[in-house]
């Protein structure tokens, strides 16, 4: 079986051809905590740096990588953690990297 | 999501400048992304109001349906959609939001 955080970098890299891409799964931090479940697989960040963000509001690329991870969200990803940029802005703001 | 959860919330936004949707309360955040969300807000002196949606599994469901967002917490301005954790942190340390709550009157510190 694939895990949660295999499954979003392979739907990330295909819909987005991304420059930059890094997937954490920070679950171990939020055990215990709500949204938490023992297995894990609950808690991610991302790092995507992509052309497809040009010219795209925050909230607008949020919600694109959102409805992309519809069906991990309905399967129980509790939270991710979005940094979306382009190459352009990843390049001015290195330090700040997921 | 009933007609009374979208009402609320409808209501909410447009009464409350700045109004928060998040984990616990202002006091007592449940959710480690809420309380950077808490913190930013308090750091800048803006005066916010918060819904816990914990103590309501009909807000908890019906913010994310009303937003379009699927998870919480969820910063709305004026009656605006914001964003997230993510996205006010990053609108924090860029300026950006102190640039918005100015240009929407909202009243907050000048930064440091």
Redesign the interface.
């Known amino acids: 079986m694939t895990s949660r955080a295999d499954r979003i970098e392979a739907l990330l890299r295909q819909h987005f051809t991304p420059a930059v891409l890094r997937v954490a799964d920070d679950s171990h931090r939020h055990a215990g905590h709500a949204g938490a479940r023992p297995g894990g697989q609950t808690h991610y960040s991302v790092l995507l740096v992509s052309d497809a963000f040009r010219g795209q509001a925050r909230v607008a690329r949020s919600r694109a990588v959102h409805a992309l991870l519809d069906g991990e969200f309905a399967g129980g990803l509790h939270a991710l953690a979005l940094t979306l940029r382009t190459p352009e802005e990843h390049a001015a703001l290195p330090e700040s990297a997921a | 999501m009933t007609g009374t959860v979208t009402e609320r919330i409808q209501t909410e936004i447009t009464e409350n400048p700045v109004m928060l949707y998040m984990?616990g309360t202002a006091m007592f955040p449940?959710?480690?992304?809420s309380a950077r969300v808490v913190q930013i807000l308090t750091h800048m002196g803006v005066p916010f109001k918060t819904a816990n949606v914990?103590e309501d599994p009909a807000l908890r469901e019906g913010i994310k349906q009303f937003s379009?967002?699927?998870?919480v917490p969820q910063l709305y301005v004026k009656g605006e959609?914001?964003?997230?954790?993510?996205?006010v942190t990053?609108?924090f340390?860029s300026g950006e939001l102190a640039t918005m709550l100015t240009e929407k009157g909202v009243p907050h510190e000048a930064a440091a």
């Open positions: 984990k449940q959710c480690g992304f914990l379009n967002w699927p998870t959609f914001v964003g997230g954790c993510d996205i990053e609108m340390q």
